[in-house]
């Protein structure tokens, strides 16, 4: 099977930036495309803002992360971001209207034979196949943030998807360094967020009902299942914000989890939404749920 | 607070001899009562077996061992196990009309100071406090399975608990080596199973509905939290028929599980049902997810 060799990622925000380096380290020839020079003065930041990740999580070399920037260019032209590319990566922003455009638009510009896949987390391939021109040659490819490390890549077809192309796709998350998560039909969620949420949202409702704390939900799993987090350390990770608009959107009329919905938003309001505000259900930068003592008693 | 000294556990099952050793190697003076010699000389071998648990998982030396074995004694004479005893551990069949039974036995052969608890996981202290004459001084404290290492234990009382008592429970709990999980008021299935099953169902829609194999949603997990298990890993720990009897209860209507329960008992009839089988999802004593290599391709 032919290996995918050149890449263009369409949008350099904070995955696609990512996705863009992750694929030059990893040997691919890439460019990020972006709307503006401003877009992509922020990609590029991005992108050196990786270095001391890949040295520290991958033991990666000064050499070899200049190596991977060598590989990797940028442009305002979408023209030429395609010309003659084996694959485009959309990493846009999450948005129905603009996507709709944007694959009409890539769909004139593109080669033929070129594949797309997007990153998108909300929408299935369906939801845009016909635009693309080439339903055979499109799919989704999620990845998770930090993609160096937390390196599943949630590879979902539509039922035009072609087995060969997708057989092609978890190649090429091989070759990047994924873990390749095989879907075999359309699932909304994809696998991660189908069992992440309904766990989440029931540790939400045990604290929204005040049942229990929050830290001793935490201390719960960590001693059952053996993991290193429980799921109020890893809404401090998502967001309490970003997770707020998905139960609002999914579970909004749900009765179980009205106290719930209702103690996040006063958390949000009061700035406490997780890492990015140094405060969430843990204090960070060194959470209690970290410390050796925090199972112990 | 007065601790709690002297301990009857009245039922020598699985979880019932696990309790009373663990209580008795902390170094309370433990009677198991059962209701026949040949119940008790079960208990008895459980109790015995545990022995290299205790000395692999907690490097407790043979000594020590059978300083925990002096403090335990064996009894089908409740009147006798009840005379002058700080606290009974109810770890009797999970069956609503002998437990009623047994609780106004113990009601009247039991000392007036007596606190009761219950071990089940399936029923409320509301469900019997009007029985035991003292609803102030009866509450559930639920243990997990190999007590030892998973040494959470799950306090819940009514609404009639004392909050002394509780209290009494929660130290209780500590001095037996427990981290006690404490709950502000009644939940059916405690903290663990109420976040625990839908996760579970979450993911056994993915591989009822064939939109993913199991050890994908393990890998998918394990990558994504950090756990040293998935969920597949957990079902084989739990044995399917105990988890099918659980869907089959709670969500039997519920269509999105239709084809989960269907697969389950397939696997059941074929006896692949975890752990205690040899084979589940994974093949044991030396399941693939355990290997190094599993999260890497």
Same mark, same amino acid.
């Given at each position: 099977?032919?290996?995918?060799?050149? =890449?263009? #990622?369409?949008?350099?925000?904070?995955?696609?930036?990512?996705?863009?380096?992750?694929?030059?380290?990893?040997?691919?020839? #890439?460019?990020?495309?972006?709307?503006?020079?401003?877009? &992509?003065?922020?990609?590029?930041?991005?992108?050196?803002?990786?270095?001391?990740?890949?040295?520290?999580?991958?033991?990666?070399?000064?050499?070899?992360?200049?190596?991977?920037?060598?590989?990797?260019?940028?442009?305002?032209?979408?023209?030429?971001? &395609?010309?003659?590319?084996?694959?485009?990566?959309?990493?846009? =922003?999450?948005?129905?209207?603009?996507? $709709?455009?944007?694959?009409?638009? &890539?769909?004139?510009?593109?080669?033929?034979?070129?594949?797309?896949?997007?990153?998108?987390?909300?929408?299935?391939?369906?939801?845009?196949?016909?635009?693309?021109?080439?339903?055979?040659?499109?799919?989704?490819? $999620?990845f998770a943030?930090?993609i160096?490390k937390m390196n599943t890549a949630e590879v979902?077809?539509?039922?035009? %998807?072609?087995?060969?192309?997708?057989?092609?796709?978890v190649?090429?998350a091989r070759?990047i360094g994924m873990v390749p998560i095989e879907?075999?039909?359309?699932?909304?969620?994809?696998?991660?967020?189908?069992?992440?949420?309904?766990?989440?949202?029931?540790?939400?409702?045990?604290?929204?009902?005040?049942?229990?704390?929050?830290?001793? =939900?935490?201390? %719960?799993?960590?001693?059952?299942?053996?993991?290193? #987090?429980?799921?109020?350390?890893?809404?401090?990770?998502?967001?309490?914000?970003? $997770?707020?608009?998905? =139960?609002?959107?999914?579970?909004?009329?749900?009765?179980?989890?009205?106290?719930?919905?209702?103690?996040?938003?006063?958390?949000?309001?009061?700035?406490?939404?997780?890492?990015?505000?140094?405060?969430?259900?843990? $204090?960070?930068?060194?959470?209690?749920?970290?410390?050796?003592?925090?199972?112990?008693?």
């Amino acid at each position: 099977m032919k290996s995918l060799a050149t =890449v263009t #990622v369409a949008g350099g925000g904070v995955l696609g930036s990512q996705i863009a380096y992750q694929s030059a380290f990893k040997g691919k020839s #890439v460019t990020i495309y972006d709307i503006s020079n401003e877009a &992509l003065k922020q990609a590029k930041q991005r992108v050196n803002a990786l270095r001391d990740s890949y040295k520290r999580d991958l033991q990666a070399s000064d050499e070899q992360f200049d190596a991977g920037l060598e590989r990797l260019s940028y442009t305002t032209d979408l023209a030429s971001a &395609l010309a003659d590319v084996d694959l485009v990566i959309e990493a846009i =922003v999450e948005n129905r209207s603009i996507k $709709h455009d944007f694959y009409q638009n &890539l769909a004139k510009l593109a080669p033929e034979r070129t594949i797309f896949i997007s990153n998108s987390s909300t929408y299935l391939p369906s939801d845009f196949m016909e635009d693309t021109g080439r339903p055979d040659r499109f799919l989704n490819l $999620h990845f998770a943030n930090q993609i160096w490390k937390m390196n599943t890549a949630e590879v979902m077809g539509s039922p035009k %998807t072609s087995p060969k192309v997708y057989q092609q796709i978890v190649q090429f998350a091989r070759e990047i360094g994924m873990v390749p998560i095989e879907l075999k039909k359309e699932q909304p969620g994809y696998v991660l967020n189908t069992i992440l949420i309904p766990w989440l949202n029931a540790a939400g409702y045990l604290w929204g009902e005040d049942i229990v704390d929050p830290q001793t =939900v935490d201390k %719960t799993w960590m001693i059952a299942s053996g993991a290193p #987090v429980g799921p109020f350390a890893i809404f401090d990770m998502i967001g309490l914000r970003t $997770h707020y608009n998905i =139960v609002k959107e999914q579970e909004g009329d749900n009765p179980k989890l009205q106290s719930f919905l209702r103690k996040m938003k006063e958390r949000i309001e009061e700035h406490r939404v997780g890492i990015e505000s140094g405060e969430g259900f843990y $204090h960070y930068p060194n959470p209690e749920y970290a410390d050796p003592d925090f199972l112990k008693s």
